[in-house]
């Protein structure tokens, strides 16, 4: 019988479009259970995807500090999380979880 071989799947292969980053974003977001690490990790294979030294410049970040801070395994900032989805051309969005009744403080 022969040998199978297998390699390392590795999701950054497969985002093409800004369309397919975008709901992969949006799906880790949704999976992440509040982790921003794993956020920080889903950011970084579409940065890989795109090209982590484009990205890094228009980031204005070195090479090897984007690499560590979406790596996953720390948290970043968020200010670098916000330089990062601005050059890969993603915005985010509010949406209510539910609906909440606004009251006017009366002084």
């Known amino acids: 019988m022969g040998r199978t071989v297998t390699t390392k799947y590795d999701v950054s292969e497969h985002l093409r479009t800004p ?19 794993f956020i920080a990790k889903a950011l970084g294979d579409i940065a890989k995807a795109k090209g982590m030294s ?3 410049r228009d980031a204005g970040l070195s090479r090897e500090s ?19 989805i601005g ?8 949406e209510a979880t539910r609906s909440t009744k606004l009251t006017a403080h009366k002084k």
Do not use: N, W
């Open 19 to 37: 369309q397919e980053m975008a709901a992969y974003l949006e799906m880790c977001i949704e999976e992440s259970k509040g982790d921003a690490a």
């Open 87 to 94: 050059a890969l051309g993603i915005t985010l969005h509010a």
């Open 54 to 56: 484009q990205v890094a």
């Open 66 to 84: 984007l690499y560590k801070a979406l790596s996953g395994e720390r948290s970043p900032g968020f200010d670098t999380i916000l330089k990062v």
